[in-house]
RNA sequence: CGGGACGUAGCGCAGCUUGGUAGCGCACCAGUCUGGGGGACUGGUGGUCGCCGGUUCAAAUCCGGCCGUCCCGACCA
């Protein structure tokens, strides 16, 4: 490719609308484009990266014995209907209505299409298992889209389903599918960490997130330091040593103005651990009334909601309104978890604690000397906290830290939670009638771009790793002399016969800028001739991010494949 | 969905307070010089100032509504 053909905008300035360095570059770069919120055009460039990272994807899943398919972006509503999810989605489901009336959505994920294909072709338990892929844009209507490619509406997800007949064989091919991912991304280069994670949207029973550890990372995940536990915060659990206090009778102290933890400890002189946070949410499950729940924690201690909707079998969880908290007897801003006409769910660290305060559910005042077991003994208990950095792991009791991490792939034991509706049935050994067990297994290969940017890049640019660089190696001519357009041409012909992927900067423009752009858009070999180099009988080769050295002109192609060759494996 | 900011040429921005000729840098076009790290000079092209409405003799500027974009939050009672 001729860079004066090449369809790669380069921009001087960060877009102002731009904040992580995978959005900033990549626009930058002229990889790609915004078409509208959360919707990309890929440029040339950025699909020759796609697609690389496509085909390890591919040629992993390929490996491991699953097929690749392809299924069509718009679903019928009923097969949505039939999982239950049409109604339970929500609003990143894109619904849309044709000429007919009839409904459909944009797929966002493609459980029941691939069930309805496999049901109707399922007969017995000989053909299973079965492990169904495709590559294909998905759409999910996010409430806010953000970072570029790091989270789109619309996105490339490499989406795979598994079929089987008994649970064992399941937990074999999650095995499989687990260290399928590692090697995936392994062979990309990234540094990133398998973690336990919460099913979310898509149900099902165990899975683990695969996490790019970078700090635009939009989730946290808690990993031990002496271990290899690892979870989402949304799922950590963790040990702690908690302050304790001595029995006491309950008695009621004024505490006008204060309802936040920090105000009513500091005005009490205490521990904020010591106090009993109450907070009061609207439970929302499908197909029942709404249940107003109070949940407690030390007063030092958030509530992790992911946690808490996965333990109330919640649909959504909303803190719920003065409203609500009045008619289960509390008042806003001082509600205590005694006495309330509520379920009382309380965290396990405040189990067996005496004398502690809590609000009194009376304005301006709380009371202390409480005592859940005494004063609240039909209170649940639960692990309903965040995990906090230095908490104790809890399988080996070692340090917790926390680490920001960007999703880019998910692993779910589904189990029947979709077969059993879909009717994905089969006979036995024993000839009876048996629903199939399922996995699925996401990549976001989108986003997987973005992560690579967001760990391979300097203050000029991208560097890209070999084997995923939209190009190989960029000549760059220098000057207008046609000597050294001929020799460079010649090189760049014989590189590209030799199999490497070139490109040649033939512009009319200053040094300065081809530099420049060869470093923006991160070409991992540069080789750079101008007049003074070839009376020399040489030229400059540049690895991006690394060294420079000068070649003679007849050893160029040799070197170039040899250090392709050495950075490739 | 709540809060905040923003919307002026392809990109980055000024102008708006105090209404009166739409500007700057980069990019782009033509030319001359230049030619190893975003060059210089000269001359040009390019705008319904997001959209609709209102106030006014007059609106990029003031007012209202809408649309779009970005950031923060959406559990801390």
């Avoid at 904040?19 to 919120?37: C, P, Q, W």
């Avoid at 990272?53 to 591919?58: D, K, P, Q, S, Y």
């Avoid at 990372?217 to 040593?241: L, P």
């Avoid at 160029?556 to 494949?561: D, M």
């Amino acid at each position: 490719m001729r860079m004066s053909n090449l369809f790669s905008p380069t921009l001087r300035d960060d877009p102002a609308d731009a904040e992580v360095v995978s959005h900033k570059l990549l626009l930058r770069a002229g990889f790609i484009r915004r078409v509208t919120s959360g919707v990309y055009n890929f440029l040339p460039l950025g699909l020759r990266v796609l697609r690389k990272i496509e085909a390890v994807v591919r040629e992993e899943m390929n490996r491991a014995g699953a097929q690749e398919i392809l299924m069509p972006m718009v679903q019928p509503a009923e097969l949505w209907k039939q999982s239950g999810r049409w109604d339970k989605y929500g609003r990143e489901l894109l619904r849309i209505t044709d000429r007919h009336d009839h409904e459909s959505c944009l797929g966002p994920t493609h459980e029941e299409v691939v069930c309805d294909l496999v049901r109707r072709e399922l007969r017995s338990y000989k053909q299973l298992p079965m492990n169904l892929y495709q590559i294909q844009a998905k759409f999910r209507d996010e409430v806010r889209p953000r970072f570029g490619l790091m989270r789109g509406r619309e996105f490339v997800m490499k989406d795979a389903y598994s079929f089987h007949a008994d649970e064992d064989d399941l937990a074999r091919e999650y095995q499989n599918m687990f260290d399928t991912y590692t090697r995936i991304f392994t062979r990309l280069g990234l540094k990133f960490r398998a973690v336990q994670a919460d099913t979310g949207a898509i149900g099902g029973r165990r899975s683990h997130e695969f996490h790019v550890l970078a700090e635009s990372g939009e989730d946290v995940i808690a990993h031990c330091s002496a271990c290899d536990y690892a979870a989402n915060v949304e799922m950590a659990t963790s040990c702690r040593k908690v302050p304790v206090s001595e029995g006491a009778d309950l008695e009621t102290v004024k505490t006008p103005g204060a309802t936040a933890v920090e105000d009513v400890a500091g005005l009490l002189h205490v521990d904020p651990a010591l106090l009993v946070k109450t907070l009061v949410y609207r439970v929302k499950r499908a197909d029942e009334a709404d249940e107003i729940v109070a949940v407690c924690v030390r007063g030092d201690d958030q509530v992790q909601a992911v946690k808490l909707a996965r333990l109330l079998g919640a649909d959504e969880l909303v803190m719920a309104a003065d409203e609500d908290i009045t008619n289960i007897g509390g008042v806003a801003g001082y509600v205590g978890p005694q006495g309330l006409n509520a379920r009382v769910l309380a965290d396990e660290t405040l189990k067996g604690a005496v004398g502690l305060i809590a609000g009194s559910n009376e304005k301006d005042a709380h009371v202390t000397g409480i005592d859940l077991a005494r004063d609240v003994s039909d209170a649940g208990y639960a692990d309903v906290r965040e995990c906090r950095e230095g908490d104790a792991c809890p399988t080996c009791g070692g340090g917790i830290g926390f680490s920001r991490g960007i999703e880019v792939g998910h692993v779910f034991e589904l189990g029947r939670q979709y077969a059993e509706p879909m009717e994905v049935v089969f006979q036995n050994a024993d000839g009876k009638r048996a629903v199939a067990t399922m996995g699925c297994y996401g990549i976001g290969v989108s986003r997987l771009v973005a992560a690579v940017v967001e760990q391979c890049y300097d203050d000029a640019g991208i560097i890209w790793p070999m084997h995923l660089a939209p190009f190989h190696v960029v000549f760059i001519s220098l000057g207008k002399s046609e000597q050294v357009i001929n020799v460079c041409k010649q090189m760049y012909e014989d590189t590209q016969a030799a199999g490497l992927e070139a490109v040649w900067d033939d512009r009319n423009e200053r040094p300065g800028v081809k530099f420049r752009d060869a470093e923006l858009m991160g070409i991992p070999i540069r080789v750079v001739l101008g007049e003074r180099g070839l009376s020399a009988g040489k030229a400059e080769i540049t690895i991006r991010g690394g060294e420079k050295l000068e070649v003679p002109l007849e050893d160029v192609l040799n070197f170039v494949r040899a250090e392709f060759d050495r950075r490739a494996a």
